[in-house]
């Protein structure tokens, strides 16, 4: 269980902090759905399941099948942000975030060491 806490909650707050910048609609926010042509809705969708999954992966270390479902999902999630970056043309530093978090949640989930 030792080999899941740093990418455990690396993500689990980076999952939280931009769901609350999705949720409050932060500039910053705001101004890469724009650069991606996510439409809102969609951007608010996002945010609901990062908050999940950052949920998940706090339950994850008491339950490890949790963990591991919630990792899953992160990597699906991180993989379609890396995509959705590499179709806007968002290369070098701004696609950094999602490819370690993509990274990250391959290493929590492998590291939980359960099947779902």
């Not at 926010?29 to 949920?55: F, H, K, M």
Request: one cysteine or more.
């Amino acid at each position: 269980m030792n080999r899941v806490v740093v990418p455990t909650a690396l993500l689990t707050v980076a999952l939280a902090a931009s769901c609350l910048r999705k949720a409050a609609r932060a500039p910053s926010s705001v101004a890469l759905r724009e650069r991606l042509g996510v439409a809102p809705r969609l951007w608010a969708g996002i945010g609901v399941l990062e908050g999940l999954a950052a949920l998940g992966l706090l339950v994850g270390v008491v339950r490890p099948a949790v963990g591991t479902a919630a990792a899953s999902g992160v990597t699906l999630l991180m993989l379609g942000a890396v995509v959705a970056h590499l179709r806007a043309g968002l290369l070098g530093r701004p696609l950094l975030p999602p490819a370690v978090l993509l990274g990250a949640a391959v290493v929590a989930g492998l590291g939980y060491g359960t099947a779902v």
